[in-house]
């Protein structure tokens, strides 16, 4: 399987690893496929998001998207960070093997889920259609 070198660097030397203990919002998602599983703490001040940390069971392609999604969003307000799609993650990684591509998505869900926990416990009211994963559905 041929990773991009910017994937093998995120992999390698992932960014933002870790845990907020004071975190404002914090999302756990599991992918379906594999079982992996992404834990994504956020610092939010005044709508921006001042820090983010993730852990991950995860493999190369999780970790590397994740790294790369965390610089994305580090700095940004909230409702960029809800924009960010797992495309445009791959994007900056100079793409991903088609196999791996499922594994992108975690990075994205777990943010999602992360600014849903930040506006549930300050009772800020959203959209639910801003929260739809961008995930191909199986049935
Ligand atoms: Fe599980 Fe990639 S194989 S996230």
């Known amino acids: 399987m041929e990773y ?3 994937v093998m660097e995120h992999f390698t030397h992932p960014h933002n690893v870790g845990k ?3 975190a404002d ?5 599991g992918n ?6 992404m834990k994504m703490y956020l610092k939010i001040d005044n709508g921006i998001i ?6 991950t069971y995860g493999c190369a392609s999780a970790i590397a998207t994740s790294s790369i999604a965390t610089d994305m969003i580090k700095g940004q ?4 960070a809800l924009k960010l799609t797992n495309k445009a993650v791959v994007e900056a990684l100079d793409g991903l093997p088609a196999v791996k591509i499922h594994c992108s998505v975690l990075a994205e869900q777990a943010i999602k889920a992360a600014v849903r926990d930040y506006y549930d416990k300050n009772g800020i009211e959203y ?11 199986h049935h």
Not at 50 to 55: H, M, Y
Not at 127 to 137: M, T
């Open 127 to 137: 959209d639910e259609a801003e929260f739809h994963f961008n995930e191909e559905h």
């Open 32 to 37: 379906a496929k594999c079982g992996d599983i």
């Open 4 to 6: 991009s070198e910017k």
């Open 25 to 29: 919002g914090v999302g756990e998602v």
């Open 77 to 80: 307000p909230v409702s960029e």
């Open 20 to 22: 907020i203990d004071d």
């Open 50 to 55: 001042t820090d983010v940390k993730f852990n």
